[in-house]
């Protein structure tokens, strides 16, 4: 409207930025209530129905051909590349428009990213070497963006955006960097034929990019064949969705001033006109709704369509298909759940403290001057709540014999970290601390 004021290019990059969080923060509540709907009914006279519900089979099948899975392997193979994918997203853009386009305050999160997750790594594999559960050291590697960003929701303004953002910018390269572990850690015997089909077919992707395709529909066929060659391959299908999302431009095709001579160029159709509809006036409506869609750039396009239903739909799902477990006081000292609460309530928070100190001690990133010591700390428990990515990893990583072990340990490391990370973040600043104390 010409009453408001035009947008400055700042809005171009916050705006994005602030939808995210927002859906995110609603995204945990829902994400939170699928979870305990989840243990509440495996826990009932019901809990055998409910996980028999799961355990489904869905597919196809002609003739001789048979392609299925059950409900739940759908929901974690086939859903969950949509959330990867939207993840991908975020941090394409983040890297070329938003605040990780300085390398030196990218590489203070991709270093946080980068302790929190090797070190929960060695913590888990110190207390589970030469044990069943030491092929689970993958599952302690992730941080829950949903619930972490929720939980900084709570705080409001308590606390700088620069925490939120460097927050979100490490749960999404430490959400990339677990399904790297999943697709070389935890994926079955290769098939080599189906890999190249699918490397042919991202080729496919770069090519219709680089000749000008801008169709959504054309690639999302060509994307669903690169899953299916894919999942044949042996790899874990869904790191399909994060070489697509990586590949999507974060550039826009149509800049401002091109899209206001265009529309400058609209004018009514006159009264009465009839006729098949091939006139100027008609043709420059067409341009100009073509301008309007390419003002925005692919990344961001996709965004919009699929964050609410990745945040609101899928993700809950995950969590509702997954996270039943039936609760004994026995479990409580099994040497798994031991080790997962490890990993990631004291693993989580000396790795992000710790690299983080060294990239900036190194002179590698920079620290902002409203994100201090303190607050990185209460960050670095957050990231101890490993839910959503936790789960999935550990169904790949563990048998049934330890699979609720290892569920159980998630449960109590995330409601530990997530306690212990708001009363540290809630209490520092109230007493007053200055940034410019920790400095160093």
């Not at 004994?328 to 609460?341: E, Q, T, Y």
């Not at 109590?412 to 160093?440: I, N």
Request: hydrophobic residues 55%.
């Amino acid at each position: 409207m010409i009453t408001r004021l035009p947008k400055e290019f700042v809005d171009r990059l916050t705006e994005p930025f602030s939808r995210f969080l927002r859906i995110e923060s609603a995204g945990g509540a829902i994400l939170l209530f699928s979870a305990v709907a989840a243990l509440v009914l495996s826990n009932s006279p019901w809990a055998r129905v409910f996980l028999d519900v799961w355990e489904t089979q869905v597919g196809l099948q002609i003739g001789a051909f048979e392609f299925g899975r059950s409900l739940r392997d759908w929901i974690n193979d086939g859903l969950m590349t949509l959330f990867f994918f939207l993840v991908a997203l975020e941090l394409k853009r983040e890297l070329v428009l938003g605040e990780l386009q300085n390398p030196r305050v990218a590489a203070l999160s991709i270093a946080a990213a980068l302790g929190g997750m090797l070190v929960p790594a060695a913590l888990y594999l110190m207390l589970q070497w030469g044990q069943p559960g030491q092929h689970g050291w993958g599952t302690v590697m992730a941080t829950d963006t949903a619930f972490v960003i929720g939980c900084l929701a709570l705080l409001g303004p308590r606390i700088p955006q620069s925490l939120r953002v460097f927050m979100l910018s490490l749960a999404i390269v430490d959400d990339i960097g677990a399904i790297l572990v999943v697709a070389i850690g935890y994926s079955s015997h290769i098939v080599w034929g189906a890999l190249v089909l699918g490397a042919l077919g991202v080729a496919v992707v770069r090519v219709m990019a680089l000749i000008g395709f801008r169709g959504f529909p054309l690639y999302l066929l060509v994307g669903g064949f690169i899953w299916l060659a894919v999942d044949a391959s042996g790899i874990h299908a869904t790191i399909t969705g994060v070489i697509l999302g990586l590949m999507t431009p974060a550039r826009r095709w149509v800049s401002d001033e091109r899209l206001y001579a265009i529309l400058g160029q609209v004018v009514a159709h006159p009264a009465g006109d009839v006729g098949s509809g091939h006139t100027k006036d008609r043709k420059t409506l067409q341009v100009a709704e073509v301008a309007a869609r390419e003002a925005l750039s692919p990344v961001e396009r996709l965004e919009i369509v699929l964050h609410p239903w990745v945040g609101f739909v899928i993700v809950p799902l995950f969590a509702f298909a997954n996270a039943g477990l039936p609760l004994s006081v026995g479990d409580l000292g099994n040497s798994v759940a031991v080790a997962v609460f490890v990993g990631f309530a004291l693993g989580k928070p000396i790795g992000v403290l710790t690299f983080s100190w060294l990239a900036v001690r190194s002179n590698l990133a920079i620290r902002p001057a409203d994100l201090s010591w303190r607050l990185l700390a209460g960050g670095g428990l957050l990231a101890g709540i490993g839910f959503t990515m936790a789960l999935f990893i550990a169904k790949l990583a563990f048998n049934e014999s330890l699979l609720d072990s290892a569920k159980l340990g998630i449960f109590l490391a995330s409601v530990f970290s997530a306690v212990a990370g708001l009363a540290l973040l809630k209490w520092w600043p109230a007493r007053g601390q200055h940034p410019e104390v920790d400095r160093g």
